[in-house]
DNA sequence: TTTTCGCCTTGACTTAGGTCAAGGGCAAGG
DNA sequence: CCTTGCCCTTGACCTAAGTCAAGGCGAAAA
């Protein structure tokens, strides 16, 4: 069996924490494995726990009555999510289903949140992580009002660049119809937008994989927000 | 001078907390007063504390370059803001100024935290609190992307019909200018929404006194989220 | 190899809502 | 009382982006 303390260890929720409490913590783990494209949870359902990415990739997302959806996050592995449940004691807001064959940790309720009594760090951890999240609903936002979709997707691709460490290359995880559900739009603009950002020699894109050709330009249009002729 | 205890006891974050643990908290507490339309921090500065309103009313808004605004919440009082720049370590993520004058409490950062390590009840009701404020996130962003702005109105005004109990009246607490920023939108828009809802006998409206006077339909416009013909 | 199936792209058209410009109304001050 | 200023409303117009419909392309299956 894989070394669950080891995939613990590597969790920035957890960072900081000593052997012992890692212990504790392992000790209300539950393994859960899902394939590609299953629901986790479905907004609504009471929140009896939450999740840790160990392996694969999870959306969070809301849903229209006319069937448009809205990603309000990609989590891959090391991220957590569900905590919003546990913690306002509230049902889900939101739907978490896997985008590939995930490995989650599943923390129950009423074990985590006695834990977290006896533990500062922890608490802190957990302060810590919840806010960062509301820092980037208040990025999300801001992009999704303020900008246009052109200026959000120049600020996905750079904020990505950034995260890949790959120089001007980098690749989308995710397929274009998600991108286009992230950010707030459909499938159909985003290709277009795709293609005048490459007509005007701002990226080079080659199915998922994209080069960034003016880092200047995409910079200025994700701060404007807007594509100048 | 007033009773700075019994603010404290009136506040949710700190509900549930002993009275010496309540005395520690008024120790680290400093009064801060402001006129109306004051600017009490800036996006980007230093997040050396943070806020609790005593009394007034304080809005959060991030501004695009062109000097559009978003408002992303209206507060009270009892409520706080400025957590996310204490617990994430990082600086403000949007501005925060003063609609009405305002007496507000401010917790200087590392008096705070460390008053925190040695009490889970208030690290506990901390984490309700970012997880409230993380749920309206979801819910506002589910409104401005799947829903049009007529939807989003109808939410609001039937959101607000709610936390003031006074039946089917209502009154909008701000301009409307202030309004149709928090919706997404611009005075224009809202005002010819507003006739629109008044001529199709949803809502009436004098100024800033609103009667519903179809809740039904308000409550399907708000979950549909289009103003059908 | 050919077929199939998702996914993506492209084109023509529609529309929600933003922009620009011109008043209207009400409250505060002279 | 009149004037000033602010906020709100209304109208005409424009544009970003959504809808609808038709292919195209590449990976996996046959």
Do not use: W
Request: overall charge neutral; charged content about 25%.
């Amino acid at each position: 069996m894989h070394n669950m303390l080891k995939i613990l260890r590597s969790i920035p929720l957890f960072q900081g924490l000593s052997e012992s409490q890692l212990g504790q913590i392992r000790d209300i783990a539950r393994d859960k494995l899902y394939d590609k494209g299953k629901e986790i949870f479905a907004e609504g359902e009471e929140g009896d726990g939450f999740y840790v990415v160990a392996s694969g990739q999870v959306k969070i997302y809301k849903l229209s009555l006319e069937g448009k959806e809205q990603i309000l996050h990609i989590y891959g592995p090391g991220n957590s999510f569900g905590e919003v449940a546990v913690f306002s004691g509230k049902r889900f807001p939101a739907n978490a289903s896997t985008l590939l064959k995930s490995h989650l940790l599943f923390f129950p309720r009423t074990a985590f949140v006695s834990l977290i009594s006896g533990n500062p760090s922890l608490c802190l951890n957990l302060l810590a992580d919840l806010s960062m999240r509301l820092r980037q609903f208040t990025v999300q936002i801001e992009n999704l009002t303020l900008k246009e979709v052109p200026g959000r997707l120049a600020s996905y691709l750079l904020y990505l660049s950034d995260e890949e460490e790959q120089g001007d290359r980098l690749s989308l995880g995710i397929s274009k119809g998600q991108l286009a559900s992230l950010l707030g739009t459909i499938p159909e603009t985003l290709s277009r937008i795709l293609s005048r950002m490459s007509s005007a020699d701002l990226i080079e894109v080659k199915g998922k994989e994209i080069t960034i050709r003016d880092r200047d330009g995409l910079q200025e249009l994700a701060e404007t927000g807007k594509l100048g002729g």
